[in-house]
């Protein structure tokens, strides 16, 4: 089986996968999920086949991510290279997923409606929206905010998340209670805590909300970090994936 972490607050079958159980090489090692990576495509492609088994899924789709607010119901199966950072569906089998490496990647579930979603919240993209919008999509065909319940997956923790001062103030311009999210530790830059970021926007929803708690830079060994391989020198990095499935 791919290694994987799940949650016990999330009612149906899903995982989030990290740099452990594939078959890449290289900076690529080894579940690299990414296939808008340079990694060789046959080897991206296996990697996601071993998800996709992982979760018993009959397909598993991912966006192409812009850091938007722009969120996909899927109505029908596979659902091809759309320009989108969330995925809302109520289709038995297909595994929607989210790609990271250090933004957030939630995952959501209504069981009582029988409906999931999955988001990619980086900064940009929690600041504009896209929980938000994940949310009300769900909502649109059925879902009730109280009855969903969310886990964001790892992504950069607040100890490694420097930041520059041109970055909070755009929080900042847009809510000044936004400062609570950043930190400075003595003789540094301001810190940004993303985790608390996003899990307020799913508070303010109304909807119940953890995070796994895994920082992405810090878990060198176990999953692929965008900020990592850059202070590394590197130009490229892999991807993690997060997806969930309803039965």
């Known amino acids: 089986m791919t290694p994987h972490f799940t949650s016990d607050t999330l009612p ?25 990576s340079a990694d060789n495509r046959a080897h991206v492609e296996e990697n996601r086949a ?63 409606a029988g409906i999931i979603g999955a988001c990619h919240a980086g900064w940009r993209g929690a600041l504009g929206g896209i929980v938000e919008s994940t949310v009300a999509a769900m909502c ?21 998340y420097e930041v520059g001062e041109d970055f909070r103030a755009e929080f900042i311009d847009m809510d000044e209670g936004y400062d609570r999210f950043f930190h400075t530790p003595p003789d540094a830059k301001a810190h940004f805590d993303l985790p608390a970021f996003i899990l307020s926007r799913l508070d ?34 892999g991807r993690n994936l997060s997806a969930i499935v309803l039965p």
């Open 204 to 237: 303010v929803m109304g909807v119940r909300a953890t995070w796994t708690g895994q920082c992405t830079y810090a878990a060198t060994d176990d999953y692929f970090s965008f900020r990592r391989n850059t202070h590394a020198g590197e130009t490229e990095y």
């Open 12 to 36: 149906f079958r899903h995982g989030f996968f990290g740099r452990q159980g594939g078959v890449s090489e290289g900076i690529y090692s080894s579940l690299n999920a990414g296939l808008r």
């Open 50 to 112: 071993r998800i996709r088994t992982a979760l018993n899924a009959d397909y598993l789709v991912s966006l192409h991510q812009i850091h938007s607010d722009r969120v996909v119901i899927a109505t029908d199966t596979p659902v091809s290279d759309i320009e989108a950072d969330g995925l809302v569906t109520t289709v038995p089998g297909l595994a929607i997923s989210a790609l990271s490496a250090d933004c957030g990647p939630v995952l959501l579930a209504d069981a009582k």
């Open 140 to 160: 649109e065909i059925g879902a009730t905010p109280s009855d969903i319940t969310a886990v964001l997956g790892p992504c950069i923790g607040p100890k490694n």
